[in-house]
């Protein structure tokens, strides 16, 4: 048994997404697949297209002792060890700072970050008892850069990526590892999902509107984000960067700390001329 294949693995978000493309594909590698979501229809639907072992739970991630009870009766079910924990449920809201509504701030700060928190403290014990298993927390390549009109996301995914690597340095010596993922545009309902006010350049008047051109920008699909999150895990990486956007942004913002949206503007004029 490798450290990853044949564990059990919990995924929070596993109702749409990565987070379902990442059970299936778990799934198939012989992982029973503990899976979270606040949306039961898409847990559902997850769950009926895998085959082995499964447990599902209806949970908000913002619920820290709804997700403390969940951890509780993961360990119960567990037919193989703990292997791999996702935390990776999150949300968006497109709006700028200036005319920003703080309860959809506050919205995405507790789901991307605090959802995180409440479930690698609640996993965590089982993981340092065991000796061994995986954290693995959602960030974005907007962890690595800021874009305009996306702040409390922004904010929020460079928490977990902070989070992320303080855990990691903290886990030194204890058996358990912790990485952070950092995808670039993929191709799921993240913006369908998402709370809008207003985009950056006002092209968009509402979310299907906004959600029909991301499903023109996003180039990875679910199921290639899965698998590169899954092989960089096995790999033991500890930052995994998903697409060749998010590659290319993390090169651009260590080349040019300040200057790098300067740059992104230029060549997202010279895509949208096409
Ligand atoms: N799609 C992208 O381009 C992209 C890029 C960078 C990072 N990410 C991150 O990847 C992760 C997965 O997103 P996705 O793209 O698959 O989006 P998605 O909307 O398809 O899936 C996200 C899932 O999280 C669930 N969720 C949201 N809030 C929840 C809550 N409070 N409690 C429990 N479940 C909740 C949703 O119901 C949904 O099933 C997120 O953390 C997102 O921020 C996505």
Redesign the pocket.
Known sequence: MSSVNGRTAVI?????????ATARRLARHGCPVAL????ED?LEETAASISGPVMTKK????DRQGVMAFAASVKEWAPQPLGLVFN?????VLQGVADASPEDDQWVLD??FH?VVNGVTSFLPILLEQRSGVIVN?????GLVGFPHQSA?CAS?FAVRGYTEALRHELRGTGVRAAVV?????????VS?ARFRADFRGDHQDVESAAREFATI?RTS?ERAAKIIHEGVEKQRSRIRVGPDAVALDLLVRFAPSRYYDIVERLEGLVRRG
């Open positions: 929070t978000g596993a109702g749409s997404g990565i987070g379902q979270a979501d606040w949306n898409g949970l908000d991630v913002r990776n449920a999150g949300v968006t789901v991307n959802g959602t960030s974005s390549v907007f996301y995914k950092h995808p670039g545009g993929v191709k799921t309902n993240i999902n996003a679910p």
